[in-house]
């Protein structure tokens, strides 16, 4: 008999939110990966629900929602990004009958949205099975377990484990192809203004904030081709902005990254590409450069983090000052423009100063790039995560909804909320007339 499964993808309960090319990549995995199977695919995506931008990106339907007793201090407005209530409720009853739902979840300081939904496909399913996974389910396993209402809390990477879990409910799954679909060939959503898109998982770098080394076993680069025709695939269906998500995009460039791109540019698609998360600015040279421009790459995001040179060894020596000098000129010799180059500086580091920040600030500033700055949030199980709670400035069991990015840096590291507002501003003064 074929199985019935919905996969459910969380609203954002948050301070703030925008939609950058976001899809839920973890559950979209997870239906690929069932798609092997005599299986009959639902998708809810909450956060589907958004007015489209400039290059695809766009803003959230947003709804005012009660704080939870805990953030009844914090003096800013709380919503709800996505779908209303009704409206997930009116889509479940599409849905109809289920015999199996995988519910995913991202970032940990969202988790109040995440039981919120759980909650109700529990009153609405009764005894269907709940699985619980993705990065909160995988980091802070133990509170998901005691706060969520799921049935099973699944952790790390979708593989053959997924299989024996179904099993363990008493359902069968029954294979019926070798090689899985992908996401975007199952109709989950009507329209695609953009993509995502993973040309590897994990990182080979090992950050003292980051989580990537506790959601992946090793660093993995896919099959140039596979990647290119997912792209083609893709275009092909009318996308034309795509987003590169991975972690290290263009580590090993000379056999990953240039090929890639050289095989793209043999297609003659007329696509635009984007890289959200922070690029690894040592290994821009100029025929890199050159080729990103020649390709179609748009909105370029590049990693400095600190100018602290101590910091920058102890947050894994990636990048140093004159790497990044030298990655922007060679973008600019390409013909990328100052706007289409942005760089991250982090805040509310461990033990890092507002003075620290501003130095970044201001080293930025003379590069004639747009600038960044991108709250710290503790990861549990990290390097910093330890010497936090070692420190005592955070407990182990902290609600995770305290480390969200928007409020940790102002109540955890001590900076001034005026001086920090005003370096905000003083940014986003700078980007504007850029």
Known sequence: MRLRCLLVNPWIYDFAAYNFWARPIGLLKVAEFLSQFDVELFLIDCCDSFKVKKYGTGKYKTELIEKPE???????????????????????????SVDLILVTSIMAYWWYGVKEVIEILREKFKDIPIILGGIYATVYKEHAEKNTNADFIYEGQIDDKLIKVIEYFGLKLERINNKPKYWWQMNFYKEMPYAPILTSTGCPFRCPYCASSLLYKSFEQRNIDEVVDEIEGLYNLGVRDFAFYDDALLYKADT?????????????????????????????????AYLMKKAGFKTLRLSLETVNIKRQIETGGKVTCEELERAVLYLKEAGFLSQEIGVYIMYGLPRQSLEEVKAGVEFLK??????HLTEFSPIRGTYYWHELVKAGVISDDIDPVLTNNSIFSEIFAGYSRMELQKLKLDVNNFNLIL
Do not use: M, W
């Open 70 to 96: 805990i953030l009844k201090n914090i003096p800013k407005k709380y919503r709800r990004y996505g779908c209303t209530r009704e409206e997930f409720i009116e889509k479940l009853s599409f849905a109809g």
């Open 256 to 288: 990953h990254i240039k090929p890639l791109i050289g095989k793209l540019l043999e297609k003659n698609l007329q696509a635009r590409f984007h890289t959200p998360n922070g690029l690894h600015a040592r290994y821009i040279d100029k025929e890199l």
């Open 366 to 371: 003379k590069l004639k790039v747009r600038i």
